[in-house]
């Protein structure tokens, strides 16, 4: 069964330095997304890519957080400066169905996530 | 801003026993999607309902959507050691395919 691909799995840094994550969404899926989850809260999106461009990236912060999907296939998030309060697991979904398919009908299919701590 | 409340943020129960997770919001969603998240992983979508009113069984889960499209829940009969997860509902927009997500339960079924 395909699956969403990330790397890493979990990454320690210390503030002020620069960390990249990794996405491999299921083969043919238009749609990529970047969540972020805080411990013990539910995700919360940061960027959704449908092939490789940017449809929301309202919650993006944009001033240390960039995203690209320059092919419209894999996708990397990068935070340069990392800050104490960007630890939290980075999840990745992906789905088949452009914007604007029909309620409910498109499932977004999650990678296990990359967990940050910031030091 | 749509928002949506789970409750309670945390259940503890004894194998057996039956378990109900609430979903609230004030705004209408066009779908509702309820996930379960095990401890370093991703969600994985259980159910999406999309009419008001609409009840779907999966085995010992049944999930609701009310009639306004605004609430949901969740409940699961005579729970086993295996449902222990965190239990998330998410909200979707007419178009867009864009999810809001609730703060989740955090369910515990101890044998």
């Known amino acids: 069964e395909a699956e969403v691909a990330q790397s890493p799995r979990y990454k320690i840094t210390e503030k002020s330095q620069a960390v990249a994550f990794w996405c491999d969404p299921i083969s043919g899926h238009a749609t990529l997304y970047w969540y972020r989850q805080i411990l013990g809260q539910g995700p919360e999106l940061l960027v959704q890519f449908q092939d490789e461009s940017v449809v929301d990236d309202s919650q993006l912060p944009k001033d240390r957080f960039s995203a690209e999907r320059l092919k419209g296939v894999d996708s990397t998030l990068k935070i340069q400066p990392a800050e104490l309060g960007d630890s939290a697991m980075y999840l990745c979904?992906?789905?088949?169905?452009?914007?604007?398919?029909?309620?409910?009908?498109?499932?977004?299919?999650f990678g296990p996530g990359t967990r940050l701590t910031v030091l | 801003t749509q928002l949506l409340e789970q409750s309670p943020q945390f259940l503890s129960i004894q194998e057996g026993e039956n378990l109900t997770v609430y979903c609230n919001s004030s705004?209408?969603?066009?779908?509702l999607q309820w996930y379960r998240q095990e401890p370093g992983e991703g969600p994985v979508l259980l159910v999406t309902?999309?009419?008001?009113?609409e009840v779907k069984k999966l085995k010992r889960l049944t999930f609701q959507f009310g009639d306004a499209r605004k609430d949901s829940s969740l409940h699961i009969t005579a729970a086993q050691p295996g449902d222990t997860g965190l239990y998330l509902c998410?909200?979707?927009?007419?178009?867009?395919?864009?999810?809001?997500f609730g703060g989740g339960t955090r369910v515990l079924v101890k044998p």
């Open positions: 998410a909200g979707g927009g007419a178009a867009g395919n864009k999810l809001t």
């Open positions: 979904a992906s789905s088949l169905a452009r914007s604007g398919g029909a309620a409910g009908k498109d499932t977004q299919y």
């Open positions: 309902v999309v009419t008001g009113g």
């Open positions: 705004s209408v969603f066009s779908s």
